[in-house]
C-alpha cells in the first residue's frame, strides 16, 4: 500500500509510521488453499503521532481508494482492501501494465481499538512527579 514508484519522498514522511504484526494460531497445512475453520491470523499493532495523518490516511486514501497520486480511483489494496469480488489491481510491469480482475476478500476483520500513549513530555512531567 505504498506508492513506491511515486515521486512523493517529502510526501511520504506524514504518513510514516511504526507498525508490527504478529500472527496467532496454526499455520494452515501445506497444499490447503480453502478455509479449515481453524481461528488464525494477524494482530496489528502501529505506534504514531497522528492517527488521523497516518493510520486512517493510510487505510482510507491507500488501502481503499487506491490511486497512489495516478490511476483509476475503484482501486483497492489486493490483500488489505475492501474487496468484495469485484475489485482490481493493476500491477505496473513494463513494457505493459497487468490487470487482475475479480479479487475477493483475502482480509476479514474481527475488531480493532485505539489505544493512546503519553509522548515524551508528558512522560518526562510524570517521572518528575514526588509521589
Known amino acids: 500500500m ?10 511520504m514522511r506524514f ?26 491470523g494477524l494482530a496489528f499493532v502501529f505506534i504514531g503521532a ?9 487505510q482510507q486514501e491507500w488501502i481503499n481508494k487506491g490511486q497512489f497520486f495516478h490511476g483509476p480511483a475503484d482501486i483497492k489494496d489486493p490483500i488489505a ?3 468484495n469480488g ?6 505496473p510491469q513494463q513494457p505493459i501494465r497487468r490487470r487482475l480482475q475479480g479479487l475477493p476478500a483475502f482480509v476479514v476483520t474481527r475488531g480493532g481499538e485505539y489505544f493512546f500513549a503519553p509522548g515524551l513530555r508528558a512522560l518526562r512531567w ?6
Do not use: K, W
Request: charged content about 25%; cysteine-free.
Open 2 to 11: 505504498n506508492p513506491r514508484d511515486s515521486d512523493i519522498s517529502g510526501f
Open 81 to 83: 482492501g475492501a474487496n
Open 86 to 91: 469485484s475489485g482490481s489491481f493493476t500491477i
Open 126 to 131: 510524570l517521572a518528575e512527579l514526588d509521589t
Open 50 to 58: 497522528s492517527l488521523q495523518r497516518q493510520f486512517e490516511f493510510v
Open 15 to 40: 504518513h510514516r509510521m511504526i507498525r508490527r504484526g504478529t500472527s496467532y494460531g496454526p499455520l494452515l497445512p501445506p497444499g490447503v488453499i480453502e478455509d479449515d475453520g481453524a481461528e488464525r
